[in-house]
């Protein structure tokens, strides 16, 4: 098995490198003791201040010696640091953060990176800080100091391109890409896209569950910052990407079309047509992550606004902890409980005790409905972490549902290759225990079916590449394609399907399911468009 997402992997490792053996050369010396520099965090600090000051030297075109380097950290440490060093120390400890640090006291200095195409370690040399010689007042030689590739490289890297701009950077390069037909490139660039809208996606989720928590944990510059990101990204990027796809439906169908009419296409051009179908699915992708993340910032407006009105409306209620106010105060007093309705009563809304009014007795009384419920034993409990082990088991339960619906379906109609879903309906009626599978509820049927239609055409092969090159946390909520991954590995029936493909049949014929339970448990009635459902087996 190849893993595309491991090419390039020893360009990662060297920039790995440069931040493992600056610290492996700065963590080992002991002479940081010297001068009252104690914590690892303090050296590194110091190293990289340093640092820039040879790179600011070096973009300025201007000497950076040991006595200016000395003069510098001087300065920081009057100033911030406030250590107890002389000038004289300062020096010194410029030249030991230089020569024993940054160039390893003159040793070359190594580090290997696994390079997967060739199964061997590539070694590469980490040089931070070289030097020249120059003279001060045309007379005095001295040694000047200025950064290697590596060392510019270490630095730029510390400080990363604001989020607003990566999309547009990776989009533009994307672009580049799509222009020079490089479209092996331009796949990993749209995987790069996606990759940020999802992140983007995920940061509103994580946005709304603080919020959902205690909207004051959440600061308004928090809150600020995700929007000005949610409003770059769904500016104009969904107009551009939807460009994008119809360019790329295009250049696949001249060489479709290539292949068919006029002759077989070339290795090379066949390798090109595959990856413009990756793209397209990305785009595709991509603009339905693009949807999410604009239906997600109005959530996230209206729900921030909605729980910052209601703290506003209970600033008024006083709070008390039950622990201390109640539990303890019955567990001194027993006697107490007795009178425990005194203080739960608030809590249920119980209606006020009712007294005699001598006025009604002379008036005439119709009568009353009695529309008082029956009394219903509640157990309050107060354990979050119960509450969140039944949510979760009410998740796994209803994943089984649908797991059992859509594996119904596929196995169906496997066994002549295609069904419709007006035969799945009849033979539900038939045997009431298999209704039960397919349609266990209103709500888990219509997405599957919707999910299926919406998919059209699902390639199995597909899928399971980009669950090989992909790892992703397990899904919460209901997902085709994740499931029906599942339900292939599980079921030896199924397990050789090549693909699904799912139509609308438009010849007005509907499907009616009667007497199905809803999520809430009331009775309805479905009816549907008819549908057709192929599975395509390998060879």
């Excluded at 910032?297 to 729900?303: I, Y």
């Excluded at 039950?322 to 019955?330: A, G």
Aim: glycine share 2%; proline share 2%.
């Amino acid at each position: 098995m190849q893993y595309e997402f491991l090419k390039n992997f020893p360009k990662r490792m060297k920039n790995v490198g440069l931040n493992a053996m600056l610290i492996q050369n700065s963590i080992q010396k002991t002479t940081w003791k010297q001068y009252g520099i104690m914590k690892s965090d303090e050296q590194i600090n110091l190293i990289f201040a340093v640092m820039l000051y040879v790179m600011e030297q070096s973009l300025k075109e201007e000497n950076c010696t040991m006595d200016d380097i000395g003069a510098y950290i001087d300065d920081l440490n009057v100033q911030y640091f406030e250590k107890n060093m002389t000038y004289d120390e300062c020096r010194q400890l410029g030249d030991f953060i230089i020569n024993n640090i940054l160039s390893n006291e003159g040793k070359a200095m190594y580090f290997d990176g696994f390079d997967f195409s060739q199964k061997a370690y590539q070694i590469m040399n980490i040089s931070y800080v070289a030097n020249k010689v120059v003279y001060v007042d045309m007379e005095v030689k001295r040694t000047s100091y200025y950064l290697t590739d590596d060392g510019y490289n270490l630095l730029l890297s510390t400080l990363e391109i604001e989020n607003n701009m990566k999309l547009t950077i990776h989009e533009m390069i994307f672009q580049m890409h799509l222009e020079k037909q490089s479209y092996d490139k331009a796949v990993d660039e749209i995987k790069n896209v996606f990759n940020l809208l999802r992140i983007q996606l995920q940061k509103i989720q994580e946005a709304m569950g603080k919020i959902r928590r205690n909207a004051l944990n959440y600061s308004v510059k928090d809150y600020e910052e995700i929007l000005v990101e949610n409003l770059d990204t769904i500016s104009d990027t969904k107009q551009k990407f939807q460009n994008y796809r119809e360019m790329v439906k295009n250049r696949a169908k001249e060489l479709e079309d290539t292949n068919i009419n006029v002759k077989r296409l070339s290795p090379k051009d066949e390798e090109k047509l595959e990856h413009l179908r990756i793209i397209e699915s990305y785009l595709n992708r991509t603009i339905d992550e693009h949807q999410k993340i604009l239906n997600s910032h109005f959530d996230l407006k209206a729900l921030y606004t909605r729980e910052l009105e209601e703290l506003s409306q209970m600033s008024l209620i006083k709070r008390f902890p039950l622990r201390t106010e109640l539990y303890d105060k019955i567990l001194g007093n027993p006697e107490a409980i007795s009178r425990l309705d005194y203080f739960l009563r608030p809590l249920f809304n119980q209606d006020v005790e009712k007294t005699y009014n001598l006025n009604k007795a002379f008036q005439f009384q119709s009568p009353v409905k009695n529309n008082t419920e029956e009394d219903m034993e509640e157990t309050l409990d107060f354990d979050e972490e119960e509450w969140q082990e039944e949510q979760e088991r009410l998740r796994r339960e209803k994943l089984v549902r649908y797991r059992q619906s859509l594996g119904y379906v596929l196995a169906c109609a496997g066994e002549k290759g295609e069904i419709t879903l007006k035969d799945l309906g009849k033979r539900a009626d038939e045997f009431p225990d298999e209704k039960a599978v397919l349609v266990p509820n209103t709500e888990i049927f219509k997405e599957i079916m919707v999910e299926l239609i919406k998919n059209k055409e699902i390639d199995i092969r597909q899928l399971q590449k980009e669950r090989s090159e992909y790892i992703q946390d397990q899904p919460g909520e209901f997902q085709l394609n994740e499931m029906i991954l599942e339900l292939l590995d599980e079921s030896k029936d199924i397990s050789k399907i090549q693909r699904i493909e799912t139509y609308r049949i438009e010849d007005g014929s509907t499907v009616i399911f009667q007497d199905v339970c809803t999520e809430a448990g009331e009775k309805k009635t479905i009816r549907c468009s008819n549908v057709l459902i192929r599975i395509i087996r390998e060879e």
